[in-house]
């Protein structure tokens, strides 16, 4: 890496490259990118019409678990602490969003970002930030619920309104197997904290993988039920070690349909998804009821209702999940130069601007980006 020609930085070890924009002077922006209106404020809108209100940031790409479906049993290789966005400069950044770019929900994710030790305080400060039509932004957090049940008070105290809990099998030695660690007591702790402290709704995520949790599904639902969280079923998606996904043998929404129908009542809700990813369904079984839902990002892709955009922990932006690094626009460069939070505010929106109409799962050119989900951000 290099800040100019003739002056050359400390190399920085990497697991993929860091595309850093505006690294040769002015910003290179679409030739076709809509102008801001009179007041400098842009819309975060794509070439087909979609426009982002949810902002997704990454707090770290560091993670307490070791999910095998995610990560190797050493970890990965960290981001050094030098590339990761400061306190001030995610603040920074969630103002530009909301102020200037139109942003109305904020979800806090890593990695894990209760390691952040400054989580509470940017959650304090998104809670006083206000949409376009003053409303509060709506703030949440995605968690593997390590430490949660000591801080989801502080935390609803500080502003977050729900979170999503990743729990994928509530089988002890299950669980102990798929994270590598053996604290599922610590995360069904989190989740009933996250209840009590009035977080609405509390979500639980679980990812299905084939030969490994598939036959718990039912245990699973009845769960969450009886702990009043919302259960959402996940395809297993390409995001975790290269070469360890099979899209002919994963577990399909409609194969985790047809298993919740051996056990429960099921029926589908009428009400409108909009950009939500889940499919919501009534579930009921005599003893308890509720609602799950099943995100189908693979065999039912919802990118034309997408509305999100991704901020990871070094800084950079991606329009998809599925972004290519080399697609990435990196702002953490203008946020340590002179920039301005119009000229920030116009990266971004260029960098939105480029959204692939899909995240090409299926295109027999598919490549599985070189960032694991880890340092991407949920």
């Known amino acids: 890496?290099?800040?100019?020609?003739?002056?050359?930085?400390?190399p920085v070890s990497l697991p993929f490259p860091i595309p850093v924009a505006g690294r040769q002077g002015a910003p290179k922006l679409p030739h076709d990118l809509p102008d801001p209106l009179p007041d400098g404020s842009r819309e975060l809108?794509?070439?087909?019409?979609?426009?982002?209100?949810?902002?997704?940031i990454s707090l770290t790409d560091r993670c307490n678990l070791r999910c095998t479906y995610c990560m190797p049993a050493e970890g990965l290789d960290w981001l050094?602490?030098?590339v990761i966005l400061s306190d001030d400069e995610v603040r920074r950044l969630m103002r530009i969003a909301v102020n200037l770019l139109g942003i109305e929900h904020i979800r806090f994710t890593g990695g894990e970002p209760l390691l952040r030790k400054g989580l509470e305080d940017l959650v304090g400060?998104?809670?006083?930030?206000?949409?376009a039509t003053g409303n509060p932004v709506q703030l949440a957090l995605t968690t593997n619920a390590l430490g949660l049940a000591h801080r989801a008070e502080a935390l609803r105290a500080a502003g977050l309104h729900r979170v999503n809990i990743s729990l994928d099998t509530v089988e002890k030695e299950l669980f102990e197997q798929l994270t590598r660690r053996d604290r599922l007591d610590s995360v069904v702790s989190g989740i009933d904290a996250a209840v009590a402290a009035g977080l609405d709704p509390v979500k639980v995520n679980a990812v299905i993988m084939p030969g490994v949790n598939d036959h718990a599904i039912a245990d699973l639902a009845r769960f969450c039920l009886d702990r009043g969280a919302q259960l959402r079923f996940i395809e297993q998606m390409p995001l975790g070690p290269p070469h360890t996904w099979d899209r002919t043998q994963m577990i399909s929404a409609q194969d985790i349909l047809d298993e919740l129908q051996r056990h429960f009542e099921l029926s589908p809700l009428d009400k409108p998804r909009g950009s939500a990813p889940a499919k919501l369904w009534s579930l009921k079984d005599g003893q308890r009821e509720g609602t799950i839902g099943v995100i189908a990002s693979v065999s039912h892709p919802f990118c034309g209702a997408c509305d999100r955009t991704r901020l990871t922990?070094?800084?950079a932006i991606r329009s998809c999940l599925f972004s290519q690094s080399g697609s990435e626009v990196s702002l953490r460069e203008a946020l340590r130069s002179d920039a301005s939070d119009e000229d920030i505010a116009a990266l971004w929106a260029g960098a939105m601007w480029e959204k692939k109409p899909g995240h090409g799962i299926d295109d027999p050119g598919f490549l599985q980006p070189a960032r694991p989900m880890a340092a991407i951000g949920g």
Do not use: K, N, Y
């Not at 809108?45 to 949810?54: N, V, Y």
């Not at 400060?125 to 949409?131: C, D, E, I, K």
């Open 1 to 10: 890496m290099t800040t100019s020609d003739s002056q050359p930085a400390t």
């Open 45 to 56: 809108r794509d070439r087909f019409g979609r426009i982002a209100r949810d902002l997704r």
């Open 80 to 82: 050094p602490s030098e």
């Open 125 to 131: 400060f998104g809670s006083t930030l206000r949409t």
């Open 313 to 315: 922990a070094d800084g």
